[in-house]
C-alpha cells in the first residue's frame, strides 16, 4: 500500500516562499502524473499544478510565474517550490499521484500567507 505525505507547510510573510514535499512510501514501481491542488474552508479543491512522468509541467493561472512543480523519480518525491507568496495563496495544500496505476491523496500541509 502506497501512502503520500505532504510536508513543508507553515507561516510565512507574505512575498515569502515556501517549498512542500510531497513523498510516497511503501512499494512504488509505477510512477505516473503528480498533481498539487490546495483548498480553504468552505470552498471546492482548487487544482494548482502538475507534472507528468516525462516532467511536462502545467499550472493554474492563479500560480503560473511564481510556483514551480518539480519531482525525483528515484526519491519517488514531488515538490512544489511557492515564490512570491500572496495572502490569497492561504490553504490545505494536497498531492495527489497516481502511482502503481492507483489513485493516491496525501492528507495535506497547512500553508498560512500573513504579516
Known amino acids: 500500500q502506497v501512502e503520500l505525505v505532504e510536508s513543508g507547510g507553515g507561516l510565512v510573510q507574505p512575498g515569502g516562499s515556501l517549498r512542500l514535499s510531497c513523498a510516497a512510501s511503501?512499494?512504488?514501481?509505477?510512477?505516473?502524473?503528480m498533481y498539487w491542488y490546495r483548498q480553504t474552508p468552505g470552498k471546492q479543491r482548487e487544482y494548482v499544478a502538475r507534472?507528468?512522468?516525462?516532467?511536462?509541467?502545467n499550472y493554474a493561472d492563479s500560480v503560473k510565474g511564481r510556483f514551480t512543480i518539480s519531482r525525483d523519480n528515484a526519491k519517488n518525491t514531488g515538490y512544489l517550490q511557492m515564490n512570491s507568496l500572496k495572502p490569497e495563496d492561504t490553504a490545505v495544500y494536497y498531492c495527489?499521484?497516481?502511482?502503481?496505476?492507483?489513485?493516491?491523496w496525501g492528507k495535506g500541509t497547512l500553508v498560512t500567507i500573513a504579516s
Open positions: 507534472i507528468g512522468p516525462g516532467e511536462s509541467t
Open positions: 511503501g512499494s512504488v514501481f509505477s510512477f505516473n502524473v
Open positions: 495527489n499521484a497516481n502511482m502503481n496505476y492507483r489513485n493516491y
